[in-house]
């Protein structure tokens, strides 16, 4: 029986849905854990404890970090300066100063 470590916790269950796939399109066997409290009653989602997390097999804990390091890299969390000069968080999609989108980098 494999020892299952926590790689990543989610803040809702559609991200957990999502780091999952990333996982398992790696070849990861994934569990997840807390999503039948959602399911159960919505409140809970207020509830400490209750967001959902990720868990995978020890043995592949290195791999898994790997993954979600290059989420990171390639998700949110780049800031971003918009071309009237203003420089925004990444969470922001547009310019608030003159209204522009995000631009593409990819
Ligand atoms: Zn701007």
């Not at 807390?34 to 804990?61: C, D, K, Q």
Request: proline letters at 7%; one cysteine or more; glycine letters at 8%.
């Amino acid at each position: 029986m494999s020892n299952w470590v926590r790689v990543y916790t989610a803040d809702n269950p559609p991200e957990a849905v999502f780091v999952r796939g990333l996982l398992e399109a790696e070849g990861i066997p994934v569990r997840l854990k807390s999503m039948e409290l959602w399911t159960a009653a919505v409140e809970i989602y207020f509830a400490e404890g209750a967001r959902p997390s990720v868990w995978v097999p020890n043995s592949a804990l290195g791999q898994a970090e790997r993954v979600l390091a290059q989420r990171d890299r390639r998700g949110i969390g780049q800031a971003w300066s918009c071309r009237c000069g203003e420089s925004l968080e990444a969470q922001f999609t547009v310019c608030w100063q003159c209204g522009r989108p995000r631009p593409d980098h990819d």
